[in-house]
Every structure is written in structure tokens, then in C-alpha cells.
């Protein structure tokens, strides 16, 4: 598929090995979660709280997600775009509406040379 | 457990932003199903433009589409071939992606009911993504967070392999998905669904505050450490909710 120079950069091996260590570790921290909580019956506050940090994270995700590329503020389009949809998602305006709104305010910004 | 999910005035039980006369419980319905494969569709939109710069950076075609299929999340995947592309060790790669991915075992300790048991189980931890917590956090009664997350799951599970093996076929054609703005979906689904909660004063502060030591950190930290740091705003709702319990 891909031209012999480029491919001879990556170690195929090493890195094959890897990439299964990887799908095998994320499985373990995915399981791990389902399988603690069935080992203890939680308080219910402990269980409210729980539900709260994966709020939280998911908030801290859309931020980072939504702000900033490799470490960097990425340009406003992208921002401007999901609050956009932020704000037609606060007025009640249907999923499917909020995010494509998104997208093609995003786009829009780009076309016009916003980065 | 599921007070924050209820808007204040709107409907108590709908699917978030859906109509409000949907069923309270039950199947999902219709227009869950469709919030759910727009989401399918948009990451498989996203999957054509990892595949595409997993081959023009010099993997061969089917790796991006076996990570896919065994890794199942996107962030950690981008990383793990940016980093081997760029010149970096495969062993950085692997910490690079379980950083990233460490946000899964709060997941899992947060929803843990949807998964079911025995094989299911397995089946179930292995489609624990943030588009499938989020949306089986979105629903209210246990029967549609169930359903909610194994079809977003499943959905995804198929949507983004595919994705990676169309766009792996294509490859450079597909690789500017920014001008389409799909970069802006991902933050936004994950807006729009956890809007609702934070109607709720003492989780929505608790969750800017975490968000906004996400994004101070951000500069300065690897991928996926600044994201698991906001759970450091955690004892502000605890604290929060106390007082207003004491009172």
C-alpha cells in the first residue's frame, strides 16, 4: 500500500506488541471499574459521587477537546462552533440540530479563513 | 442516583432534548435511536480520517483498522500512531494511549449496572467509550441507560473500524476532516448531553472548576493527565452538598 521508505521508519514488530498491549490494557481498565463496584455494595452518597466524577470528566473532555490541540490553544473556529451548539442545546433545539450546527459553523469559520 | 439528569421544569423522564411527550421507560425510542447513529455516523466520519493518516504515515492498511477493532478509542489510537509516526518508541506509545485511556476505570465505576453479566460483561467493558457513558448517563430509567449504551456501543464498534478501513483505502483523499468542522462534534455531543446535569447548581460549579484546571494544565502535562486531574474538583460538590444537607 504505502511506499517502502516511509514504512522501514516503523518497527513493525515492537510496535504491533504494543498496540496489543494497549488494546489489552484498556480492556483491564474498563473491566476493572464493573468489577470492584460488584465486589462492595456502595453507600448511596458514594455511588451519587461517583456519578459526579463522570461528569466532571466528561466536562474536563469536551474542554480540552473543544479548546485546545497538542497541548495548544487551537484557533476559535472550533470553539465558536461548539458553542454554537451549545447554546441552541441550552434553548432546547434537537440533538441532531445542535450538532450539526456545530460542525458547519466550524467549517463556515474555516472557509472563511478563521483557523 | 439520577436527580441530576432530570431537567428542573421540562419533561422528568425524555430522552435529553427529545420530544416531551416520549415514553417515560421502555425501548428507546425513536429519536434516541437517531441521536445515537448520528453519533455512529460522525465518528465513523472520524475513523476515515484516522485510517487515512495511520496509511500516509506509513502503517499498513490494516493496523489502524485491528486497533480499532481491539483498542476502540479514538483519542488513544490518534496518540499511539502520532507518536510512531513522529519518530517516538513504540513503548511511549503504549503509556501515551493507557494515559489517555485511564479515564475508563472511573467510567466503569460510575455506570457500572449497564453491563450485564458473563460474557456480556466482557463484551459490555469492552464498548465503554465516552460517547456510550455519556449517553447511557443521559437516560433515566435503567432499561434505556442499558439499551442506550450497548446500541451506541455497538454502533460504534462497527462505525469506527469501518471507518479507519474506508479511509485506510483512500488514503490522503479523506485527510482534512477539519474543513468539514467534524472536529467540533465530538466536544459538542458531549455538551449537549451533559447540559442537563449541570442544571444542577452544585454540579455544574463543581464541574467548571474541574474543566477549567483541565485546560490550565493542559499546556504543561501529557495527553489524557490533565482530563483526570479535574476530578480534583470533586471535593468542591461534596463539600457543597453537605452544607446544603446540614442546613
Not at chain 1, 461528569?55 to 495548544?72: F, K, N, P, Q, Y
Not at chain 2, 428542573?8 to 432534548?17: A, E, K, Q, S, V
Not at chain 2, 472511573?106 to 449517553?135: I, S
Amino acid at each position: 500500500m504505502s511506499d517502502a521508505t516511509s514504512v522501514a521508519a516503523i518497527p513493525p514488530l515492537p510496535t504491533l506488541a504494543a498496540m496489543l498491549a494497549l488494546a489489552a490494557g484498556t480492556f483491564l481498565l474498563r473491566l476493572s471499574g464493573p468489577a470492584l463496584r460488584a465486589r462492595f455494595t456502595l453507600p448511596e452518597r458514594a455511588g451519587k459521587l461517583l456519578e459526579v466524577s463522570a461528569v466532571l470528566l466528561l466536562a474536563a473532555l469536551a474542554a480540552t477537546s473543544a479548546l485546545t490541540e497538542d497541548h495548544a490553544f487551537t484557533g476559535p473556529a472550533r470553539p465558536l462552533g461548539i458553542l454554537t451548539g451549545g447554546v441552541l442545546a441550552w434553548r432546547g433545539a434537537p440533538f441532531l440540530v445542535v450538532v450539526l450546527a456545530s460542525a458547519g459553523t466550524t467549517a463556515l469559520l474555516r472557509l472563511a479563513g478563521v483557523p | 442516583m439520577r436527580s441530576f439528569w432530570r431537567t428542573p421544569n421540562g419533561p422528568p423522564d425524555g430522552p435529553p432534548n427529545g420530544p416531551p411527550d416520549g415514553p417515560p421507560d421502555g425501548p428507546p425510542d425513536g429519536s434516541l435511536f437517531r441521536d445515537i447513529a448520528l453519533v455512529c455516523l460522525a465518528v465513523g466520519v472520524v475513523g476515515l480520517s484516522y485510517g487515512a493518516v495511520a496509511v500516509t504515515s506509513g502503517f499498513a492498511w490494516w493496523f489502524p483498522v485491528l486497533m480499532g477493532v481491539l483498542v476502540l478509542a479514538a483519542s488513544s489510537e490518534f496518540l499511539f500512531v502520532g507518536i510512531i509516526a513522529a519518530g517516538g518508541s513504540p513503548f511511549a506509545a503504549l503509556l501515551a494511549g493507557l494515559l489517555v485511556n485511564a479515564r475508563h476505570l472511573p467510567f466503569g465505576l460510575a455506570v457500572p449496572d449497564v453491563l450485564g453479566q458473563g460474557w456480556r460483561r466482557a463484551l459490555g467493558a469492552h464498548l465503554m467509550n465516552d460517547e456510550t457513558v455519556v449517553f447511557a448517563l443521559a437516560q433515566d430509567e435503567p432499561e434505556r441507560k442499558r439499551a442506550a449504551y450497548w446500541l451506541c456501543g455497538v454502533g460504534i464498534l462497527i462505525c469506527w473500524p469501518v471507518g479507519a478501513a474506508l479511509g485506510a483505502l483512500l488514503g490522503g483523499v479523506v485527510r482534512d476532516t477539519d474543513a468539514l468542522g467534524l472536529d467540533a462534534m465530538f466536544p459538542a455531543v458531549i455538551l449537549a448531553l451533559i447540559l442537563p446535569a449541570l442544571k444542577d447548581r452544585p454540579l455544574r460549579r463543581t464541574a467548571l472548576a474541574g474543566a477549567a484546571l483541565a485546560l490550565t494544565v493542559t499546556p504543561f502535562l501529557p495527553a489524557g493527565l490533565p482530563v483526570l486531574l479535574a476530578l480534583a474538583a470533586l471535593p468542591l460538590f461534596a463539600a457543597r452538598t453537605k452544607k446544603e444537607a446540614m442546613r
